[in-house]
Protein backbone atom coordinates (compact mmCIF):
# COMPACT_ATOMS: atom_id res chain seq x y z
CA UNK A 1 0.00 0.00 0.00
CA UNK A 2 0.81 3.58 -0.76
CA UNK A 3 1.86 5.34 2.51
CA UNK A 4 -0.38 8.29 2.91
CA UNK A 5 1.77 10.76 2.81
CA UNK A 6 2.45 10.12 -0.70
CA UNK A 7 -1.67 10.64 -1.85
CA UNK A 8 -0.45 14.23 -1.65
CA UNK A 9 -3.85 16.97 -1.60
CA UNK A 10 -7.29 16.04 -2.46
CA UNK A 11 -8.68 17.32 -5.87
CA UNK A 12 -12.28 18.05 -7.86
CA UNK A 13 -11.80 16.52 -11.44
CA UNK A 14 -13.13 20.04 -13.26
CA UNK A 15 -14.83 17.57 -15.99
CA UNK A 16 -16.40 15.24 -13.98
CA UNK A 17 -17.14 17.08 -10.40
CA UNK A 18 -15.19 13.60 -8.71
CA UNK A 19 -12.40 13.54 -5.94
CA UNK A 20 -8.90 12.60 -6.43
CA UNK A 21 -6.08 12.56 -4.60
CA UNK A 22 -2.75 14.39 -7.08
CA UNK A 23 -0.20 11.92 -5.65
CA UNK A 24 2.10 15.40 -5.10
CA UNK A 25 2.58 15.47 -8.82
CA UNK A 26 3.07 18.61 -11.02
CA UNK A 27 1.33 19.22 -13.46
CA UNK A 28 -1.54 17.75 -11.93
CA UNK A 29 -3.51 15.34 -13.82
CA UNK A 30 -6.79 13.88 -13.24
CA UNK A 31 -7.43 10.62 -13.38
CA UNK A 32 -11.37 10.96 -14.63
CA UNK A 33 -10.10 12.39 -18.30
CA UNK A 34 -11.70 9.78 -20.51
CA UNK A 35 -8.44 7.67 -19.48
CA UNK A 36 -9.13 4.11 -18.65
CA UNK A 37 -7.02 3.15 -15.56
CA UNK A 38 -7.00 -0.30 -14.40
CA UNK A 39 -5.90 -1.48 -11.00
CA UNK A 40 -5.50 -4.92 -9.64
CA UNK A 41 -6.65 -4.88 -5.92
CA UNK A 42 -5.65 -7.07 -3.23
CA UNK A 43 -7.92 -8.71 -0.36
CA UNK A 44 -5.47 -6.53 1.57
CA UNK A 45 -6.43 -3.61 -0.30
CA UNK A 46 -9.87 -3.59 -0.54
CA UNK A 47 -9.92 -4.62 3.16
CA UNK A 48 -8.09 -1.27 4.21
CA UNK A 49 -9.13 1.11 1.57
CA UNK A 50 -11.19 3.77 2.67
CA UNK A 51 -13.60 4.27 -0.35
CA UNK A 52 -13.76 2.62 -3.78
CA UNK A 53 -15.45 3.44 -6.60
CA UNK A 54 -14.58 1.81 -9.82
CA UNK A 55 -16.75 2.91 -12.56
CA UNK A 56 -16.20 -1.13 -13.62
CA UNK A 57 -15.16 -3.55 -11.18
CA UNK A 58 -14.43 -7.31 -11.69
CA UNK A 59 -14.77 -10.49 -9.38
CA UNK A 60 -13.40 -13.62 -11.01
CA UNK A 61 -13.36 -15.95 -8.64
CA UNK A 62 -12.51 -17.29 -5.15
CA UNK A 63 -10.07 -19.91 -4.03
CA UNK A 64 -8.36 -20.55 -0.90
CA UNK A 65 -6.06 -18.08 -0.07
CA UNK A 66 -4.45 -15.38 2.59
CA UNK A 67 -7.18 -17.37 5.08
CA UNK A 68 -4.51 -16.31 7.89
CA UNK A 69 -5.05 -12.71 6.98
CA UNK A 70 -8.54 -13.31 6.64
CA UNK A 71 -9.43 -15.67 9.20
CA UNK A 72 -11.10 -18.30 6.51
CA UNK A 73 -13.18 -17.74 3.93
CA UNK A 74 -16.04 -15.88 4.70
CA UNK A 75 -13.57 -12.98 5.90
CA UNK A 76 -11.40 -13.65 2.47
CA UNK A 77 -14.99 -12.89 0.67
CA UNK A 78 -16.13 -10.00 2.85
CA UNK A 79 -12.71 -8.42 2.08
CA UNK A 80 -13.19 -8.80 -1.46
CA UNK A 81 -16.76 -7.83 -1.41
CA UNK A 82 -15.96 -4.67 -0.47
CA UNK A 83 -15.28 -2.92 -4.02
CA UNK A 84 -18.68 -3.86 -4.58
CA UNK A 85 -20.31 -2.24 -1.58
CA UNK A 86 -18.42 0.82 -0.64
CA UNK A 87 -20.21 3.18 -2.82
CA UNK A 88 -20.48 1.07 -5.65
CA UNK A 89 -19.36 0.65 -9.22
CA UNK A 90 -21.54 1.28 -11.93
CA UNK A 91 -21.34 -2.13 -13.54
CA UNK A 92 -20.12 -5.05 -12.04
CA UNK A 93 -18.25 -8.05 -13.77
CA UNK A 94 -18.88 -10.94 -11.80
CA UNK A 95 -17.50 -14.69 -12.52
CA UNK A 96 -20.79 -17.10 -11.50
CA UNK A 97 -18.46 -20.47 -11.88
CA UNK A 98 -18.60 -20.85 -7.83
CA UNK A 99 -21.28 -20.15 -5.29
CA UNK A 100 -19.81 -17.07 -3.68
CA UNK A 101 -19.85 -15.40 -7.04
CA UNK A 102 -23.73 -16.36 -7.95
CA UNK A 103 -24.42 -15.26 -4.72
CA UNK A 104 -22.52 -11.94 -5.18
CA UNK A 105 -24.27 -11.02 -8.37
CA UNK A 106 -28.14 -11.58 -6.92
CA UNK A 107 -27.16 -9.23 -4.66
CA UNK A 108 -25.91 -6.60 -6.92
CA UNK A 109 -28.91 -7.26 -9.42
CA UNK A 110 -32.34 -5.61 -8.81
CA UNK A 111 -33.66 -7.96 -10.93
CA UNK A 112 -33.01 -10.44 -14.23
CA UNK A 113 -32.79 -8.24 -16.48
CA UNK A 114 -30.66 -5.91 -14.66
CA UNK A 115 -27.47 -5.25 -17.05
CA UNK A 116 -25.50 -3.45 -14.44
CA UNK A 117 -23.88 -6.53 -13.48
CA UNK A 118 -22.41 -8.97 -16.16
CA UNK A 119 -22.19 -12.08 -15.17
CA UNK A 120 -19.31 -14.24 -16.27
CA UNK A 121 -18.36 -18.07 -17.03
CA UNK A 122 -15.70 -20.06 -18.12
CA UNK A 123 -17.37 -23.60 -17.60
CA UNK A 124 -21.68 -22.97 -18.30
CA UNK A 125 -23.49 -21.64 -20.98
CA UNK A 126 -25.30 -18.68 -19.29
CA UNK A 127 -29.05 -17.47 -20.11
CA UNK A 128 -31.45 -15.27 -19.03
CA UNK A 129 -32.92 -11.94 -19.86
CA UNK A 130 -29.76 -9.80 -18.27
CA UNK A 131 -26.27 -9.26 -20.18
CA UNK A 132 -23.68 -12.74 -19.92
CA UNK A 133 -20.22 -13.37 -21.50
CA UNK A 134 -19.54 -17.07 -21.10
CA UNK A 135 -16.82 -19.15 -23.03
CA UNK A 136 -17.54 -22.80 -23.94
CA UNK A 137 -14.99 -25.06 -26.48
CA UNK A 138 -12.77 -22.33 -26.86
CA UNK A 139 -15.43 -19.93 -28.31
CA UNK A 140 -16.43 -16.56 -26.24
CA UNK A 141 -20.16 -15.55 -26.66
CA UNK A 142 -21.87 -12.23 -25.84
CA UNK A 143 -25.47 -12.44 -24.87
CA UNK A 144 -27.86 -9.55 -23.62
CA UNK A 145 -31.29 -9.82 -23.65
CA UNK A 146 -31.81 -13.50 -24.64
CA UNK A 147 -29.90 -12.57 -27.94
CA UNK A 148 -25.93 -13.08 -28.80
CA UNK A 149 -24.44 -9.93 -29.64
CA UNK A 150 -20.73 -10.65 -29.87
CA UNK A 151 -18.34 -13.71 -30.19
CA UNK A 152 -14.66 -14.61 -29.98
CA UNK A 153 -13.16 -17.62 -31.50
CA UNK A 154 -10.28 -18.00 -28.64
CA UNK A 155 -9.09 -21.01 -29.86
CA UNK A 156 -6.31 -19.41 -31.82
CA UNK A 157 -4.93 -16.64 -29.59
CA UNK A 158 -1.42 -18.18 -28.51
CA UNK A 159 -1.62 -15.33 -25.23
CA UNK A 160 -4.96 -17.14 -24.23
CA UNK A 161 -4.06 -20.98 -23.47
CA UNK A 162 -6.73 -23.07 -21.32
CA UNK A 163 -9.70 -22.83 -19.36
CA UNK A 164 -8.79 -20.32 -16.72
CA UNK A 165 -7.05 -18.05 -19.04
CA UNK A 166 -10.44 -18.38 -20.52
CA UNK A 167 -12.39 -16.67 -17.28
CA UNK A 168 -9.82 -14.00 -17.78
CA UNK A 169 -10.64 -13.45 -21.49
CA UNK A 170 -14.71 -12.92 -20.23
CA UNK A 171 -14.32 -10.89 -17.62
CA UNK A 172 -11.39 -8.06 -19.79
CA UNK A 173 -14.14 -9.00 -22.62
CA UNK A 174 -16.96 -7.83 -20.55
CA UNK A 175 -15.16 -4.67 -18.88
CA UNK A 176 -14.23 -3.24 -22.09
CA UNK A 177 -17.95 -3.92 -23.23
CA UNK A 178 -19.27 -2.26 -20.40
CA UNK A 179 -17.13 0.76 -21.42
CA UNK A 180 -18.30 0.67 -24.54
CA UNK A 181 -15.75 -0.74 -26.73
CA UNK A 182 -16.53 -3.14 -29.89
CA UNK A 183 -15.86 -6.74 -29.99
CA UNK A 184 -13.79 -6.50 -33.12
CA UNK A 185 -11.80 -3.75 -31.39
CA UNK A 186 -11.22 -6.47 -28.02
CA UNK A 187 -10.59 -9.21 -30.47
CA UNK A 188 -7.87 -7.56 -32.00
CA UNK A 189 -6.55 -6.47 -28.50
CA UNK A 190 -6.80 -10.12 -27.25
CA UNK A 191 -4.62 -10.89 -30.48
CA UNK A 192 -1.76 -9.19 -29.58
CA UNK A 193 -1.31 -10.22 -26.18
CA UNK A 194 1.25 -12.40 -26.23
CA UNK A 195 0.78 -14.32 -22.45
CA UNK A 196 3.03 -12.68 -19.26
CA UNK A 197 6.55 -13.52 -18.81
CA UNK A 198 7.11 -16.96 -16.42
CA UNK A 199 3.64 -17.19 -16.27
CA UNK A 200 1.75 -18.03 -19.95
CA UNK A 201 4.28 -17.77 -22.48
CA UNK A 202 5.60 -19.56 -25.19
CA UNK A 203 9.17 -20.71 -24.70
CA UNK A 204 9.86 -23.05 -27.47
CA UNK A 205 8.30 -25.59 -29.97
CA UNK A 206 8.33 -29.22 -31.19
CA UNK A 207 6.81 -31.22 -34.20
CA UNK A 208 5.28 -33.61 -31.84
CA UNK A 209 1.51 -34.49 -32.45
CA UNK A 210 1.78 -30.21 -33.20
CA UNK A 211 1.76 -30.19 -29.74
CA UNK A 212 3.40 -26.61 -28.20
CA UNK A 213 5.27 -25.97 -25.14
CA UNK A 214 4.53 -23.67 -22.74
CA UNK A 215 5.66 -22.30 -19.90
CA UNK A 216 2.89 -22.78 -16.83
Request: hydrophobic share 35%.
Amino acid sequence: LMPKEEWGVKRVCPTTGKRFYDLNKNPIVSPYTGEVVVLELSSYQTELARALTPDVAVFTNLSPDHLDRHAGMGGYYAAKRRLFSEGGPDRAVIGVDEAEGRFLAGQMSEGPSDDRVIRISAETKLSGPGWQVFAKKGFLSEYRRGKQVGSIDLRGIQGLPGAHNHQNACAAYAACRALGLAPRVIEAAFHSFGGLPHRSQTVAEARDDLKRLRAC
